[in-house]
């Protein structure tokens, strides 16, 4: 699977963006039991979880923080899963990275393809 992120930029406290993640699979085809997700990394700090969504069902899975303010959501026929983050505050400000792979996880090693990341900048 490849990925593509898109969509960071600098938004200033209590704006929104969007992310995308555009997939491709080497048959062209997104397997149903395949999760996408999302992770960010901010300065000095781990990667970890922010969002994930089964490909087929479309469940949808949030890290706690973000619950509420973000909403990961797919476009089958564009193969591309979007992150809208609303109510974005200064310690939402990270490289955001989508990953995908085989089984669920909240750890980065549940996933086996990653994208290039995308910053996200909030001014406060």
């Known amino acids: 699977v490849q990925l593509q992120a898109s969509g960071g930029g600098l938004v200033q406290a209590g704006g929104s963006l969007r992310l995308s993640c555009e997939a491709s699979?080497?048959?062209?085809?997104?397997?149903?039991?395949?999760?996408v997700g999302w992770f960010r990394q901010a300065p000095g700090k781990s990667r970890e979880f922010v969002a994930a969504?089964?490909?087929?069902?479309?469940?949808?899975y949030y890290e706690d923080s973000v619950r509420g303010r973000f909403t990961i959501s797919k476009n089958s026929a564009e193969n591309t899963v979007y992150l809208q983050m609303n109510n974005l505050q200064p310690d939402d400000a990270a490289v955001y990275y989508c990953?995908?792979?085989?089984?669920?996880?909240?750890?980065?090693?549940?996933?086996?393809?990653w994208g290039q990341g995308t910053l996200v900048t909030v001014s406060s």
């Open positions: 699979g080497s048959s062209g085809r997104i397997f149903s039991s395949t999760i």
């Open positions: 990953a995908a792979g085989s089984h669920y996880g909240t750890m980065d090693n549940s996933y086996d393809y």
């Open positions: 969504t089964r490909w087929g069902s479309g469940i949808r």
